[in-house]
């Protein structure tokens, strides 16, 4: 009987220990983030994070004010963490590329879900080329996109990964998803409305260019023909991004035109592959092909 008592005066004791320790722990937090200290802010946003998640994880106790106290004790503890999470990714957003990469990659460990993600996985990426561990790039978003499905960083570097390695499929659905993204996701809080329709436009033409290389490869042309209209416009600045896509409309429309006897549409393939065969690269010389063979095509229909 004595030790169950020992026992639960231990437990009561326990409380306002971890609640006087998680209380300095965030103040000090507080002082390395104001002062920029990227070390301090680092060491500190951990302790204070098992500290938090520590008194979440105490069992709710017996009696109407005790269960009260702790009650409002967790609530602090989960302000605590979240604020750990905030003090790692403005830190880190704020810090030389070496240095970012080590505060996002901590607050990606601590919390994959974390809604400080969303603005630092661009920042990051561009860290990880800086510091010349951009082979890492693919292999944190591949692993990322489970935990952050509707980031467009994330989203527009798994899309191009797939069509690299020729996963068609996969590469479609990616783009898709991220056409669907972008056309419902309001503006960062960290961008100017200037910077964030720049961001989305460019984001909107790799999608609909990656959209409409896989529905091509698919021989989906109606679609192909869809997005890579979409596309040219907003991917005018990227020559062989365009070259490819001039072609493919080419292929796709000639496609479109014969099965459906129209020879308009047939010509209009016609000026999209001499469009593709006037820009020097790899499409130049199969569109110049092309021509000859759409044109002598539609001679035969009316």
């Known amino acids: ?27 000090n937090l507080k002082q390395a983030v104001q002062a920029k200290d990227v070390q301090a802010v680092k060491k500190l946003a951990t302790e204070a994070s098992v500290l938090a998640r520590k008194t979440i994880a ?9 269960k009260a106290a702790w009650t409002k004790q967790v609530a602090y503890a989960k302000e605590v963490d979240l604020y750990t999470e905030n003090a790692l990714a403005a830190t880190g957003l704020q810090a030389e590329p070496a240095k970012l990469v080590e505060l996002i990659a901590l607050l990606e460990k601590q919390n994959p879900k974390s809604k400080f993600l969303d603005a630092a996985y661009g920042p990051y990426f561009q860290a990880l080329e800086q510091t010349e561990n951009g082979a890492k790039v693919v292999p944190i978003a591949e692993k990322a996109v489970l935990s952050q499905p509707e980031n467009v960083d994330i989203l527009v570097i798994v899309a191009d990964a797939a069509m690299a390695k020729r996963q068609t499929g996969r590469a479609g659905i990616l783009a898709e998803k991220l056409i669907a993204v972008l056309e419902k996701k309001p503006k960062p809080d960290n961008m100017s409305a200037e910077d964030w329709e720049a961001r989305k436009k460019s984001a909107l033409g790799h999608a609909h260019y990656i959209a409409g290389m896989a529905h091509s490869e698919r021989q989906q042309f109606s679609l192909a023909d869809q997005d890579l209209r979409t596309a ?7 020559e062989q991004a365009t070259a490819a896509s001039l072609f493919h409309l080419g292929v796709a429309n000639y496609n479109v035109g014969i099965a459906a006897g129209n020879k308009a549409k047939v010509l209009e393939a016609v000026k999209f592959s001499e469009d593709a065969a006037a820009i020097k690269g790899p499409f130049a ?13 539609a001679s035969r229909l009316k």
């Open 285 to 297: 010389q199969p569109a110049s092909a092309n021509v000859q063979r759409m044109k002598g095509e």
């Open 58 to 66: 105490t069992p709710a106790p017996a009696g109407a004010e005790a």
């Open 1 to 27: 009987m004595k030790l169950l008592i020992l026992s639960s005066m231990g437990l009561i004791l326990a409380a306002p220990m971890i609640a006087g320790d998680l209380e300095t722990a965030h103040d």
């Open 232 to 238: 040219l416009p907003l991917i005018k600045d990227d």
